[in-house]
């Protein structure tokens, strides 16, 4: 049986509703993971474990100390964008049954008066 526009409007919605949670939800592991990386560098530098003679010693020390954190920030940025895109189709779904419908009723309103054959 096909799936009626009510259906479709209904199914519609409850993915964009569905894909903004997970993508606040996202940002917030984002959020998370960006304050836990910035909380260990701040305790690796005031710890005194940061001794490198140069710039880039210290910071290669630095990402290294982090490496965890850092691995972490990128699943949350990955999967963030991925939250995102499903909420961008989502969004666009919605959009398009909006234009369906009102195309519908501008093709009914014709009919009706007699435009469409």
Same mark, same amino acid.
């Given at each position: 049986?096909?799936?009626?526009?009510?259906?479709?409007?209904?199914? @519609?919605?409850?993915? $964009?509703?569905? @894909?903004?949670?997970?993508?606040?939800?996202?940002? =917030?592991?984002?959020?998370? %993971?960006?304050?836990?990386?910035?909380?260990?560098? &701040? @305790?690796?530098?005031?710890?005194?474990?940061?001794?490198?003679? !140069?710039?880039?010693?210290?910071? %290669? +020390?630095?990402?290294?100390?982090?490496?965890?954190?850092?691995? &972490?920030? =990128? @699943?949350?940025?990955?999967?963030?964008?991925? &939250?995102? $895109?499903?909420?961008?189709?989502?969004?666009?779904?919605? +959009? =398009? $049954?909006?234009?369906?419908?009102? !195309?519908?009723? &501008?093709?009914?309103?014709?009919?009706?008066?007699?435009?469409?054959?």
């Amino acid at each position: 049986m096909a799936e009626t526009r009510e259906d479709q409007i209904k199914r @519609a919605y409850e993915d $964009l509703r569905t @894909a903004r949670i997970e993508m606040h939800e996202a940002s =917030e592991k984002d959020l998370a %993971a960006r304050t836990t990386l910035k909380q260990k560098e &701040a @305790a690796l530098l005031l710890s005194g474990a940061i001794v490198g003679k !140069n710039a880039e010693t210290r910071d %290669a +020390q630095l990402k290294e100390g982090c490496k965890g954190e850092l691995e &972490a920030v =990128e @699943a949350a940025r990955l999967e963030k964008a991925d &939250a995102q $895109l499903r909420s961008d189709l989502a969004s666009m779904r919605v +959009q =398009e $049954l909006q234009w369906l419908i009102r !195309n519908d009723q &501008a093709t009914a309103d014709l009919d009706a008066r007699g435009y469409v054959p």
